[in-house]
């Protein structure tokens, strides 16, 4: 990992930034959701922001990705990084419920910022990044994650508690600052004439562009799928904690930390892998799902976290697979309207599953509705593989002529 940091120089400042990010988000996050609590002890506000926070992704991620197609992808890192500063302290004026509207825009402003962000972030990587060490990158994306999850949503609960909302509200400002420098700094090297498609590809609607790919469409359908099933997973972690393993907030926090161990050593693997991308992919899908139904049937902590560990192993070996095959079939004057896109269906779908879980979660056992997730997960691997290995038996139905690779 620490030769990979030293070859990849630019990369290397994009994950510093991201690490800032992440960290500070999430320790407001945390404060947030205490602060709401706090002021208005209703469950609806909570539930509220988390929603508000989702839905900018409607409108402003195709707009990121396609300002990120247009425009300087390193501008607009720095820039929104700027903005979310003082959107980030408005929280610092909220001190009693009929201020508690502050939370509502802010929460918004701060989703919009990161719908903008994230198709420019993942589109500028192919740019600075050796394309032999793309894979490889993909999954310091994935330890990236982790190490979020471990040092913000645990560190930032205690960060919270002891010290007050106040300083974590100010530290999520000082990281968009210091995440700011560091980017600005960052040399982002011009694409070749080579990798500069013709002008009629350049004008194609990416709509357009996606449905003439087999591949592609098989990759959007899997944006649709895969989250609705993960939503039921995000909402079952506090369920979990709190209900079945008796443990509050520190359950919560244990388990989220579980999950970024588990992100974190799929680098171990997720670094190593070449070709048969999509294979591999979809094959830990299933898994994925496999462990999903034995942690319904869990009632061991210690067994619960090292199954959350093994959960998110195999979510960051996937998610290196995905995202490392897009970057390589799609040309990069169009990844960041592809990545917009993306993030834009899969942040709809996964609240819509979350909104979903939480009605089901009304009339259903906990432990039920897990395992009905986990053999969704089983069944969604087992369908997009099958389709996959259909396409690659009849290469005159894949895509070509656009960098595709038929191992992906």
Known sequence: MLSLFKEEKEYRKLFSAGVLNGIGDRFSQVAVLALLLELTGSGFAVGLTLAIRVIPFLLFAPLGGWLSDKFSKRSILVLTDLIRIFFALSFLFVKSPDQVWI???????????EAIYAPARKSIIPIIVNQYNLVKVNSLEQVMIGFILIGGSLSGGVASYYLGPNITFGANAVSFLLAALILSRMQVKKESVNEIISESTQRENTIAFLFSSSLLLLLLGSEFLIPLLNGIDNVLISVYAVEEFHLGDLGVGIFYGSLGIGLMLS???????HNHLLIIGFSVLIFEGLFLIILSEVHSVSIAVLVYITIGFCAGVGGTCFDSTLMRIVPKNK?????????????????????????????????????????????????????????????????SGRGTDVNA
């Open 103 to 113: 939370i509502y825009v802010g929460t918004f402003i701060l989703g919009a910022g």
């Open 267 to 273: 680098f171990i693997v997720g670094e190593r892998l």
């Open 335 to 399: 990844q960041g309207s592809v990545f917009g896109l993306f993030a834009t269906i899969s942040n709809s779908m996964i609240g819509i599953s979350m909104f979903g879980a939480g009605i089901a979660l009304e009339y259903a056992d906990n432990r039920w509705l897990g395992m009905l997730g986990g053999a969704g997960f089983m069944v969604a691997g087992l369908l997009l593989l099958a389709l996959y290995l259909s396409l690659k038996n009849n290469k005159d139905k894949m895509p």
